[in-house]
């Protein structure tokens, strides 16, 4: 089962805004509405931020938002904080084993 | 306020075998798909295993098919992991997880599995 592919890094500076690509094929992210987003900061339990592409579950910041084209998700961070310093992975369903699989994870910095 | 609980990680040799546990509590646990994901350390979340609310049907990453099983008692709202001829390669932090739709809605906060002699 192949991961979906993620940027390992990207940066930004408090008050920018951020996107983290989630690129699969179209037996996942681009056959099926079920890309979800997780932050996992370190040593902590990943945290579900987006869901279903582009929802949010109740109490994620509206900084956070998703969206999708063709084969490849994103995740977008608007005004970057320094909370946002995290590392995030993408997941979707596969058809391809019928099962799940997340991305690599890519690591944000905020300078 | 719902909660997993795992248990059962620790230090195991190569070959051995291990049981983990996931305790839920806050939600009707019958009603949900469970899953497990694993993380090693300084690397990424990989999906392992799942099973359906019922407990009937169930799937594996080919990299512990054969070798890991996932089984639930919705009587005592607990999730399993049996996980037999354990290389070293399997260390990583066991998480379970609930699925609510689409998204892993719920994370336990992990027990840690270290194969080694």
């Known amino acids: 089962q192949s991961a979906l592919t993620q940027p390992a890094s990207v940066s930004g500076s408090p008050g920018q805004s951020i996107t983290i690509s989630c690129t699969g094929t179209?037996?996942?992210?681009?056959?099926?509405?079920?890309v979800s987003w997780y932050q996992q900061h370190p040593g902590k339990a990943p945290k579900l931020l987006i869901y279903?592409?582009?929802k949010r579950p109740s109490g994620v910041s509206n900084r956070f938002s998703g969206s999708k084209s063709g084969n490849t998700a994103s995740v977008t961070i608007s005004g970057l904080q320094a909370e946002d310093e995290a590392d995030y992975y993408c997941?979707?369903?596969?058809?391809?084993?019928?099962?799940?699989?997340f991305g690599g994870g890519t690591k944000l910095t905020v300078l | 306020e719902v909660q997993l609980v795992e248990s059962g990680g620790g230090l195991v040799q190569p070959g051995g075998s291990l049981r983990l546990s996931c305790a839920a509590s806050g939600f009707t646990f019958s009603s949900y798909w469970m899953h497990w994901v694993r993380q090693a350390p300084g690397k990424g979340l990989v999906w392992v295993s799942h099973i359906n609310s019922d407990g009937t049907r169930t799937a594996y990453a080919d990299s512990v098919k054969g070798r890991f099983t996932v089984s639930r008692d919705n009587a005592k709202n607990t999730l399993y992991l049996q996980m037999n001829s354990l290389r070293a390669e399997d260390t990583a932090m066991f998480y379970c997880?609930?699925?609510?739709?689409?998204?892993?809605?719920?994370w336990g906060q992990g027990t840690l599995v270290t194969v080694s002699a």
């Open positions: 997880a609930k699925l609510d739709g689409d998204g892993f809605d719920s």
């Open positions: 179209s037996s996942d992210v681009g056959g099926y509405n079920v």
């Open positions: 997941s979707s369903y596969t058809s391809t084993t019928t099962s799940w699989v």
């Open positions: 279903e592409v582009t």
